[in-house]
């Protein structure tokens, strides 16, 4: 069985405007491959750099190969829960893997002095990290920016995409790559 993953292996060059605010983080992290192919988490030194780049990990944190397979998990999780974005199921255990990420991470409700809220990892290292991607995925949950990250619907791909178009139909990453490859199959497959 080809893992996502391995399907999402050679996406096409990011073309599209990003997702809004702190959405682009997960956007980013879910689309982790570089222009040359290279998966940015395929090794603890790349996903420690990606993470030290974001500001997620603090500078004495290092990332062990168990941290770089829970990270990919987490990341294929969520490239799985964008799939209910356009109407398809959630695999149970996608939700499962993020639910025991969230514990890891050890997700409380922090309160502002201003009357606000946030959630916040309590837990350090990369567990806090993937919670910091968690609760940003949570807060775009809440305001409604989450729906129209989607990931796209072609197998080939998976590149996680915001959609903007006004009634939210978007299906592909890029419709001039994604979208003209899908129609093209569909359209050998009915002839024959």
Not at 3 to 24: I, N, W
Not at 125 to 142: E, H, N, S, T, W
Request: with cysteine; aromatic share 6%.
């Amino acid at each position: 069985m080809t893992s996502t993953a391995e399907k999402a292996a050679a996406p096409p060059p990011p073309q599209r405007e990003p997702a809004p605010g702190e959405l682009a983080l997960v956007q980013d992290f879910i689309n982790a491959w570089d222009l040359q192919g290279v998966d940015r988490h395929s090794k603890p030194k790349l996903l420690e750099e990606w993470l030290n780049e974001h500001g997620l990990l603090n500078s004495k944190g290092r990332v062990t190969e168990g941290d770089l397979r829970h990270a990919v998990e987490v990341r294929e999780a969520l490239r799985d829960v964008l799939s209910a974005n356009y109407g398809e199921p959630v695999r149970k255990d996608a939700v499962e893997t993020l639910s025991r990420a969230a514990r890891s991470a050890q997700l409380v409700v922090h309160f502002e002095g201003s009357g606000g809220a946030n959630l916040e990892p309590a837990a350090s290292g990369v567990d806090a990290a993937l919670g910091k991607i968690l609760a940003i995925a949570f807060r775009a949950m809440l305001d409604g920016t989450w729906q129209r990250l989607k990931v796209c619907r072609d197998d080939t791909c998976r590149w996680a995409f915001y959609d903007r178009s006004k009634n939210r139909s978007g299906s592909w990453c890029l419709m001039s790559v994604c979208g003209n490859r899908c129609k093209a199959r569909k359209h050998r497959a009915a002839r024959t």
